[in-house]
């Protein structure tokens, strides 16, 4: 079983920059691909970043790439998500989630293990 706790949300104004957390539980953590996913008022969740157990691969959403950076301490039970150049259309609550499947993925439907979210507000 692994438990995940996001933190970091909050109020920025555009262009500014928030750095969520996500921190987990669980002996396992360091094996699992871990992501990061959102969702905005009146819309579905949606994929926003992901990376592979150590570190080495990612892969993000195109409306997040060049702005969103996601990285891993596994020493630390820890995943983040480094938002720079933020926009009003990236308010949304953000989910962090981690993946039994063992590979590097956006669908959000391999994803075993969710934390209840974070609110990220930018007001323009």
């Known amino acids: 079983q692994v438990q995940l706790v996001e933190s970091g949300g909050g109020l920025v104004q555009a262009g500014g920059s928030l750095r969520l957390s996500c921190a987990a539980s669980g002996r396992t953590f360091f094996s699992y691909p871990m992501g990061w996913f959102r969702q905005a008022p009146g819309k579905e969740r949606e994929f926003v970043a992901a990376i592979n157990w150590n570190g080495g691969s990612t892969i993000y959403a195109d409306s997040v790439k060049g702005r969103f950076t996601i990285a891993r301490d596994n020493a630390k039970n820890t995943v983040y998500l480094q938002m720079n150049s933020l926009k009003p259309e990236d308010t949304a609550v953000y989910y962090c989630?981690?993946?039994?499947?063992?590979?590097?993925?956006?669908?959000?439907?391999?994803?075993?293990?969710w934390g209840q979210g974070t609110q990220v507000t930018v007001s323009s």
């Open positions: 989630a981690a993946s039994r499947f063992g590979r590097l993925t956006s669908d959000q439907d391999l994803y075993n293990y």
